[in-house]
């Protein structure tokens, strides 16, 4: 069993910066996905960046440039450091893993499957 723990989320103004954790307790084997989604009110879930044990991550069109997915293997933590945040990223963001090889890891879509595990969710909110 996994649990994930988000945290980090807050209130900036545009142009600001938030660092969001997903600290990871339980086995986490040595091959998993990891990821960043996001939900704002009234629209879809939607994937934000991807990462898993040997590369670097992925992004969605919407943050590339600007968000950075990173993990510390030694903390069992993966961040997602958000930089020249605007209005339209205000949401709530959730990690969210899967254990063992995921072919689709950088798709997001293994999101939909019914063995991920999920934070409980971080609130973001960017005002202009």
């Known amino acids: 069993q996994v649990m994930l723990v988000d945290s980090g989320g807050g209130s900036v103004q545009a142009g600001g910066s938030l660092r969001l954790s997903c600290a990871v307790y339980?086995?986490?084997?040595?091959?998993?996905?990891m990821g960043w989604f996001r939900q704002a009110a009234g629209k879809e879930r939607e994937g934000v960046a991807y990462?898993?044990?040997?590369?670097?991550?992925s992004y969605a069109d919407s943050v590339k440039g600007r968000f950075t997915i990173s993990q510390d293997n030694a903390k069992n933590t993966v961040y997602l450091q958000m930089n020249s945040l605007q209005p339209e990223d205000t949401a709530m963001y959730y990690c969210?893993?899967?254990?063992?090889?995921?072919?689709?890891?950088?798709?997001?879509?293994?999101?939909?499957?019914?063995?991920?595990?999920w934070g409980q969710g971080t609130q973001v909110t960017v005002s202009s």
């Open positions: 990462i898993d044990r040997y590369r670097d991550g």
């Open positions: 969210a893993a899967r254990l063992g090889p995921t072919y689709d890891c950088y798709s997001g879509s293994w999101s939909q499957r019914g063995d991920v595990y």
């Open positions: 339980g086995f986490l084997p040595s091959t998993y996905c």
